[in-house]
Every structure is written in C-alpha cells, then in structure tokens.
C-alpha cells in the first residue's frame, strides 16, 4: 500500500471521527451559571449572550410554594421553548449555599436525560444534562426527573438550570442558549401541612385578551372548576378549565358579558380543595 492512500485512509479517518464526534455529543456537566461554572453560551454562542434570544427556560416541580420537607421525593420539569427550533438541550444541579450538592438527582427517563458531574473547586458536582437527541421535540422539550430532598433542613437551596434550543445542524453554531435559577426553602410547618394539597400559587388576572387568567402549581392531575362571586358571596359563573398534568399550570375562562366593573372573588376547586383570589374587573 503506498504512501498516498494511507494518507487519505488517514485523512477520511479522521474527518469521520470529527463528524462522530459531533453527532454523538450529548449534555455537558458544568455549565448551568452557577457559582464557578459558565453557562451554555460558552459554546453556542453565535448570537452573543445567554437569554439574547426569544425562547424561554423555566422550571417546576411538585413542591409547594417552592419548599422542601427534608427526604421527600418531588417531580422537577425544566421546559425549554423557543418557536421555530426542532431540538433542545437542559443542564440542572442544585447547590446548597455552599456550593456543594443538595439532595441527590435521580433519572426516571432515561431515554431523555442523564446524570454527568464536573469538579468544580474540588467539589464533584451531580447534572441532569440531556441525551443524544433527548429534547428532539419541534418548539419546545420538556425534560422530567426527580430531586429527592436532603435529609435534614440544611437551610436555602438554589436550583441552577440551562438550555439549548438548536437549529440541529450537527454543529454548535446558530443556537440559543438560556439560564435561570430558583431558590428552594425548608418548609415551615405551615409549609408542611401544605404537602397534601393539591393546588398552590393560586393567583388570578385579566390579561390582554379581556379573560380571567389563571395561574397555579398542580401537585397532581385534574380538571379544577372556576367559580366566580361578587363581594356578597354570590355565585355569577361556574366553568370547568382544561384537564392538566401536574407542574405549572396556566389557563383562562371567560367574563360574563353583562358583567360590571368592580371586584370580584376568583375561586378554584381541585380535589376538594378550595383557593381564592380577589381580582378587580374593568
């Protein structure tokens, strides 16, 4: 075999080990914006600074009122949007205030997400990043596991998540990167009581379209019913929302047309729960 061809053999070897390489990458530990760590924008960075774009990153999860009871298992979803992009990507930790690792992650869908970590200041930090063609999903990619909480009130816990929403070009360019955090707190024993409920957040609005939004954290399943009252506690309308998984959950129902301007009691049913709201309509 002569010269020439093993150089081109060597050549095609590595330019198909470039591309392999490039099609096989998955998550990356380490880059979430948290304390000693960049952010996803470090590498796809054609359009300058994380959160440049028009997507959004945001994050729920099953507890209530964003507390934790030391031990309990709760369901956390981070949801990357952006129109238009056909594949997304997540890094989450969560970091007491010293940095170090909170609670422990655990994977419940593997065919999405994964747990690789990164030595930060000597400390080996745990991150749900994504699969291979984990966030594969047109608009937006919900990714879902579980934070099992420390086991002993260790006081404030931030969680530190980012995403991608790529153009899935095989490479790192023209994508938009985002980040954001949420600060988790022990639960008070108010805090603790409210475990069994399955509703929290609850708050009500008119928003641009002349509807009443509605906006709460769902623990479980359901289909909740809106009921609307006057100051005196009578009932002007009664309307079912959408069935919802749990997480965050965003509707709307509509305002009776021969309805006046005042103030009104916005209530919400769910499981024999009952929250309300007091909203004033123009």
């Given at each position: ?79 990357v ?21 909170a609670?422990s ?52 816990i ?56 509605i ?13 609307l ?32 301007s ?21």
């Open positions: 075999m002569n010269k020439a061809r093993l150089m081109s053999i060597a050549i095609i070897a590595v330019v198909m080990s470039t591309a392999f390489g490039i099609l096989s990458d998955n998550g990356k530990a380490g880059y979430t914006g948290s304390q000693g760590e960049l952010n996803c924008d470090d590498c796809h960075n054609s359009y300058g600074n994380s959160n440049s774009g028009t997507g959004t990153i945001y994050v729920t999860s099953t507890m209530s009122n964003w507390q934790y009871v030391p031990g309990q298992t709760y369901t956390v979803n981070v949801i949007k952006q129109t238009g992009k056909p594949l997304f990507g997540l890094g989450f930790e969560a970091l007491t205030s010293t940095n170090t690792n609670g992650l655990v994977i419940t869908n593997s065919a999405k997400t994964q747990i690789k970590t990164k030595t930060v200041s000597g400390v080996t930090r745990n991150n749900v990043v994504h699969q291979f063609n984990g966030g594969l999903h047109a608009d937006s990619a919900i990714f879902t596991f579980n934070w099992v909480a420390p086991t002993t009130n260790i006081g404030n931030i969680f530190y998540f980012a995403g991608i929403a790529a153009n899935n070009n095989g490479s790192e360019n023209n994508d938009y990167a985002y980040h954001s955090s949420r600060v988790v707190t022990p639960a008070s024993a108010t805090g603790i009581l409210e475990q069994n409920k399955s509703i929290s957040e609850f708050k009500s609005y008119i928003n641009s379209e002349g509807r009443i939004a906006e709460f954290q769902s623990a479980t399943a359901d289909q909740p019913r809106i009921n009252y006057d100051m005196k506690g009578r009932m002007i309308s009664s309307q079912l929302i959408d069935s919802h998984s749990m997480g965050e959950v965003k509707s709307s129902i509509s305002i009776p047309a021969e309805l006046k005042g103030s009104y009691i916005v209530s919400i049913l769910s499981k024999n729960q009952k929250l309300s709201s007091k909203i004033f309509i123009p």
